[in-house]
């Protein structure tokens, strides 16, 4: 079992945990992800570790309430114990030889981008974060990133977080204005680095994103987790999560990832029931 230490709402859909878990605690390198259970019952589900301290034993993972999975572990609290915590999986963000970057964050996926905007600016590297929200209520981590970064740049869809538009606006500004990046690295939905990869292509600028396409196992072997890159297929659990985004298949991604939307939109609304009826009993 593995309890949740701390518990806190960074806005209203989005969680983050504190996790006791010192065997992953001691291996866990940003970029890599976990596979946890609720309980013994619970469908196993993939999430980024977004922190991490060796000393205490705990690893963070920051999560967003979309499915029923990610519904039940949000109505877990601080003393209650997930039924598995397994990893860390997946390869971790290489970042050696990196001098300048831009780490190029969107929604929820601020919450992988960070630690590895942490390892870059602790490794030396001379970090520009751009970050994006469609609204202020919606913005995360603003000070973590504000802490790593050389510059620091926010945006908002509706213009009421940092400076209104889109993360490709603010990251075409900084190359066209003579920013010169070993790399960009983009993470958030797909969309977002589809887009961020056509941009930094027509600069030949090295673009890596990471893909979190549906996984079951984490070990390769069911090939849920399958994409094309380059041509080929690989596997986001073993290859990745990590790849070039200028290879990347997006549009069959985004296909392949709405395959099961509708069940999961039933299966979160069972799942809201449940819970809301078992508050109803207290």
Do not use: W
């Amino acid at each position: 079992m593995y309890p949740i230490l701390h518990k806190e709402y960074l806005n209203p859909t989005v969680v983050r945990m504190d996790i006791l878990a010192p065997l992953v605690a001691k291996k866990a390198q940003a970029g890599q992800f976990i596979i946890l259970r609720t309980d013994e019952d619970g469908e196993r589900i993939p999430l980024t570790i977004a922190d991490y301290d060796r000393e205490a034993g705990t690893v963070r993972i920051i999560f967003q309430k979309v499915g029923a999975t990610t519904e039940k572990l949000a109505a877990m609290n601080a003393g209650d114990c997930l039924s598995d915590f397994a990893g860390p999986l997946g390869r971790a963000t290489e970042t050696e030889g990196l001098r300048k970057v831009a780490v190029v964050g969107g929604g929820v996926g601020c919450a992988i981008a960070y630690p590895v905007a942490k390892k870059l600016h602790e490794s030396g590297c001379e970090v520009h974060a751009v970050v994006g929200f469609r609204t202020c209520d919606l913005v995360i981590l603003e000070d973590d990133f504000r802490a790593v970064s050389d510059k620091f740049i926010l945006m908002s869809d509706d213009g009421t977080a940092g400076e209104k538009g889109l993360v490709t606006d603010a990251l075409r500004t900084l190359i066209e204005s003579g920013e010169q990046y070993d790399e960009v690295i983009a993470i958030g939905p797909l969309v977002m680095m589809k887009f961020v990869a056509a941009l930094t292509k027509e600069f030949g600028i090295k673009t890596i994103v990471s893909m979190n396409p549906i996984m079951i196992d984490g070990t390769g072997m069911c090939g849920g987790c399958r994409l094309t890159v380059g041509g080929k297929t690989k596997f986001a659990c073993v290859d990745g999560p990590e790849f070039d985004g200028h290879e990347v298949d997006f549009d069959e991604a985004m296909k392949r990832g709405a395959m099961y939307r509708e069940f999961e939109r039933h299966a979160r609304e069972a799942a809201c029931n449940l819970l809301n009826r078992k508050k109803e009993g207290e």
